[in-house]
């Protein structure tokens, strides 16, 4: 029977070695992938010599560098530069990060990217991290020619609540009273890597008593909610664990969940900023959202339920956006000095024509 096998075989390799048709390079038969420097595209996982992965690949890198340190931000988003080149939809690459022992999913690169591309993500889990761990894994079930997963550059940035540059989306002057559920669109919002957050703000003169209260706020861009919640997730924010960071500008007032006024269609929690409190003296307080991102939106939507009741000829309500970026860590992987890498994959398999008539 390995005869007939073998004449048939043979029979193959001389129509092929006839007609000059090339079936490629052979894998080396030593060794899986390796994560290795890449001239002029950062890092990746591939076979030794060859800038193309292998099979049942298991690599995966850790950082051991000098702290990352987070603590001073009050946001923090991460920047990922890479490209990605598969065999099939069973070879992708994870990013891990975490603050302690246990690492958290940030994201899985899968499919084929079109060169090089950016994957951006604020980081609002790892809030007040001194030291964040970052974990990345390559892995693969097919032996093909794809290039596999390269990575050029990993930043984190982070920003304060009430820095960068502001954008008004409007104002409410003395002369407007204005009640019900509010669709408004942002325009000039940056779009990119800058992170934003909105700004509520209401401010009044002496001896006056209005007030200004939202509701279910949420920010819509490209459809999708693009606002975290204060307790996680995106969404509408009812306010019902309490409200967002407020600055007072040096002056009384502040923003607080109460139902004082009847706030017309708005039930229960509610954030408010009222003078009743502080009668007799200028009054100016500010709220801030949690950061976001925004990114290629050509539509911004602000929706929220809202009473805006001025009582003097200096009351004002005005609703805008703060961006900003501060770099904290840039990686371009000039070395690998920082990275600790590990492959625990199986060895490519020899699938030459020699290796097939040898097994038999």
Not at 208 to 231: K, R, Y
Request: proline fraction near 3%.
């Amino acid at each position: 029977m390995k005869t007939v096998v073998l004449s048939i075989i043979l029979a193959v390799a001389v129509c092929l070695a006839g007609n000059a048709v090339s079936v490629g390079p052979s894998p080396p038969s030593e060794y899986n992938a390796h994560w290795r420097l890449i001239p002029g595209a950062g890092v990746g996982c591939v076979r030794d010599d060859l800038f193309i992965y292998g099979s049942n690949d298991s690599a995966t890198m850790t950082y051991v560098g000098q702290n990352i340190n987070l603590c001073g931000y009050d946001g923090v988003n991460i920047t990922i530069q890479y490209s990605l080149e598969t065999a099939d939809e069973g070879d992708y690459a994870v990013v891990y990060l975490n603050d302690g022992p246990d690492y958290l999913l940030l994201h899985t690169f899968e499919g084929n990217t079109d060169g090089a591309t950016a994957y951006t993500a604020p980081l609002d889990y790892f809030y007040g991290c001194k030291d964040l761990g970052i974990f990345i894994g390559w892995y693969s079930d097919e032996t093909g020619m794809a290039k596999g997963i390269r990575i050029y550059t990993i930043r984190l940035d982070g920003v304060n609540w009430g820095d960068g540059d502001y954008t008004n989306i409007f104002t409410w002057d003395a002369t407007q009273d204005v009640t019900g559920h509010q669709t408004l669109i942002a325009s000039g919002l940056p779009e990119g890597i800058a992170m934003s957050c909105l700004a509520f703000e209401y401010g009044a003169a002496a001896d006056t008593q209005g007030w200004w209260a939202v509701d279910n706020v949420e920010l819509i861009a490209n459809g999708e909610s693009a606002l975290p919640l204060q307790e996680g997730g995106y969404g509408v924010e009812g306010f019902e664990y309490g409200g967002w960071y407020q600055d007072r500008h040096g002056l009384p007032g502040e923003w607080e969940i109460g139902t004082d006024h009847a706030t017309g269609d708005m039930s229960g929690a509610n954030w408010q900023c009222s003078t009743d409190a502080h009668p007799g003296s200028q009054y100016q307080a500010e709220t801030f959202s949690p950061w976001f991102l925004v990114r290629k939106s050509n539509a911004i939507t602000v929706n929220f339920d809202t009473w805006f009741h001025p009582a003097g000829v200096d009351d004002y309500a005005s609703l805008g956006c703060y961006s900003a970026e501060h770099e904290i860590f840039y990686e371009n992987f000039d070395d690998l000095h920082d990275w600790e890498t590990h492959d625990f994959g199986d060895a490519v398999t020899e699938t030459s024509w020699g290796a097939i008539k040898a097994g038999f």
